[in-house]
């Protein structure tokens, strides 16, 4: 059986891609009540897999259902098509931004720092600020 049953040309990775991720979220949500049920003292490991098993049961068939839905699988559809049309960046204008925004970041912070010192500095020389060891309340 295909996973995608309405359109299942278009939309291809955008539709599976979310089918795994919503998959990954129901695991992990199997995989949390799984150990909480690990409290249970008697016939705990029939409860823990009763668990796994029944949201197996819930979660695939729903998010099969949802991926195949017209109206999330057109949404899905077109933010797929969209997405091929973005004029991705080079990796050379990547490194250049990324530099431009680290070197800002730094910047920044050294401006923030020197702030920091002077207003330190300035309350402590009015006294507002103790310079003690600071176990006084």
Known sequence: MALLRYKPGQGYYTRTLSFIWFLTLAAALTLWIWTELSAIRENAVFWQAGSAIGMSLLFVPLLYWIVNRPKIADFMIATEQEMRKVNW???KEIIGSTAVVITGTLIMALILFL???????????????????????
Do not use: W
């Open 89 to 91: 960046p080079s990796q």
């Open 115 to 137: 702030i920091n010192i002077f207003f330190g500095a300035f309350f402590q020389s009015i006294g507002i600020l103790n310079a003690g060891s600071g176990a006084e309340a």
